[in-house]
Nanobody
Framework: QLQLVESGGGLVQPGGSLRLSCAAS????????IGWFRQAPGKEREGVSC????????YYTDSVKERFTISRDNAKKTVYLQMNSLKPEDTAVYYC????????????????????????WGQGTQVTVSS
C-alpha cells in the first residue's frame, strides 16, 4: 500500500524556518514525481515545489523561489521541504503527493496536479506563520 506521512509543521514567527518531511512507504521514490502542495482556508490548492525521484529535477512556484528548497533521500524514502524566511502568507496545510514520473513532469505536477490523479497523498501538516 502506497502511503505518505508528512511531519515538521508548526507555529513559527515571520522570518523563521521549518523543515517538512514526507515519509513514503510501500514504494520507492525512483519512479515518481513528488510534490508539496498547500491549501489555506478559502484559497485554492497550490503546488509549492515538486521533485523527480528519477532525475532530481525540481520546480518551484514563484512565491517560494529563493526561500524554499526541496530535496529527496531515496534511501530513506523521504522528501524534504526546507522553508526559510517564512511569511504569514505561507500559512496553510502542506501535504505531499506522488504521481508516476513516466506520465508527468515536475512542472506539470505542480501546476496541474490534483487529488483526482495523484497516485497517493498524505493527510497534511499545518504550518502557521504568525507573530
Amino acid at each position: 500500500q502506497l502511503q505518505l506521512v508528512e511531519s515538521g509543521g508548526g507555529l513559527v514567527q515571520p522570518g523563521g524556518s521549518l523543515r517538512l518531511s514526507c515519509a513514503a512507504s510501500g514504494f520507492t521514490l525512483d519512479y515518481y514525481v513528488i510534490g508539496w502542495f498547500r491549501q489555506a482556508p478559502g484559497k485554492e490548492r497550490e503546488g509549492v515545489s515538486c521533485i523527480s525521484g528519477y532525475d532530481s529535477s525540481t520546480y518551484y512556484t514563484d512565491s517560494v523561489k529563493e526561500r524554499f528548497t526541496i530535496s529527496r533521500d531515496n534511501a530513506k524514502k523521504t522528501v524534504y521541504l526546507q522553508m526559510n524566511s517564512l511569511k504569514p502568507e505561507d500559512t496553510a496545510v502542506y501535504y505531499c503527493a506522488i504521481k508516476e514520473a513516466l506520465i508527468t513532469t515536475v512542472e506539470n505536477m505542480c501546476l496541474y496536479g490534483s487529488p483526482a490523479d495523484f497516485r497517493s497523498w498524505g493527510q497534511g501538516t499545518q504550518v502557521t506563520v504568525s507573530s
